[in-house]
């Protein structure tokens, strides 16, 4: 589960830095990574901004769970806390 949870850090920074050079300078860096021009779209680059979606989902239930713990004590069983 700690790798899940490093990849989708990893993905969702880059999502993040992406979407911050789309803005700051006009430059989308996962489209010149896959050899493509700013605003086009291939299947790989498609594959990656589907990835940083998913992580980006994975990233609000992993919060939504702890909130969910927190709010209820943090009460949960040895066999949930592995």
Do not use: C, H, P
Request: glycine share 12%; proline share 0%; charged share 10%.
């Amino acid at each position: 589960m700690k790798a899940l949870n490093a990849l989708a850090v990893v993905l969702v920074i880059v999502g993040g830095l992406n979407w911050g050079l789309v803005a700051l300078a006009e430059f989308d860096l996962v489209a010149w990574l896959v050899g493509e021009e700013f605003g086009q779209t291939n299947v790989a680059s498609r594959v990656v901004y589907g990835l940083v979606g998913l992580a980006a989902v994975y990233g609000i239930a992993q919060l939504a769970s702890r909130e969910t713990s927190i709010s209820t004590g943090g009460a949960r069983s040895a066999s949930t806390q592995a």
